[in-house]
């Protein structure tokens, strides 16, 4: 079981998500790869126009649910290094709704890793998506 070299920085925001910040958070000098994820929120999904998103969460359970994320990637993927920054509130149309950044010795570890993290955090986090369109909206679920 790999040791992470730091904790995860995990966060829920109403402010514009800091990408840089979020990548220096997994900076370190043992990690080979690093990845950064950037989810957008895009104009168009499910054969609509959006014209914007809205994000809510139970922040407790959120956090604790991105933190045992980046634990499951660590112990089981190769990661070392985990950051995980979510919006909610208010998003428009470019903004950026979620950033994950993850490190790791070798860079398939840390690919496999943050792409693992959106899948499981999509099934897992209490965070809601409602998305506006022109004529009405629609609360999402990514959830099965």
């Known amino acids: ?4 070299a730091a904790p995860p920085h995990i966060a829920l925001t109403s ?8 990548l ?6 043992e990690e080979g790869g690093v990845v950064l994820f950037l ?9 609509r126009t959006v014209v914007r998103l809205d994000y809510e969460a139970y922040p407790p359970m ?9 634990d499951e990637a660590v112990c089981s993927l190769g990661a070392t290094r985990v950051a995980v920054v979510h919006r909610t509130g208010r998003l428009e149309i470019g903004a950026v709704a979620v ?11 840390a690919f496999a890793a943050c792409s ?12 809601w998506k409602k998305e506006w369109y022109e ?7 990514e959830h099965p």
């Open 39 to 47: 989810g957008r929120v895009r104009r168009s999904s499910r054969g």
């Open 99 to 109: 950033a994950i950044a993850v490190a790791a010795p070798h860079r398939g570890q």
């Open 24 to 29: 220096a958070a997994v900076e370190g000098p």
């Open 116 to 127: 693992w993290i959106i899948d499981a955090l999509k099934e897992r986090a209490p965070i």
């Open 1 to 4: 079981m790999a040791e992470p």
């Open 15 to 22: 402010a514009p998500i800091d990408t840089a910040a979020v």
């Open 62 to 70: 959120a956090e604790g649910e991105l933190k045992a994320l980046a």
């Open 135 to 141: 004529d009405g909206s629609q609360w999402i679920s």
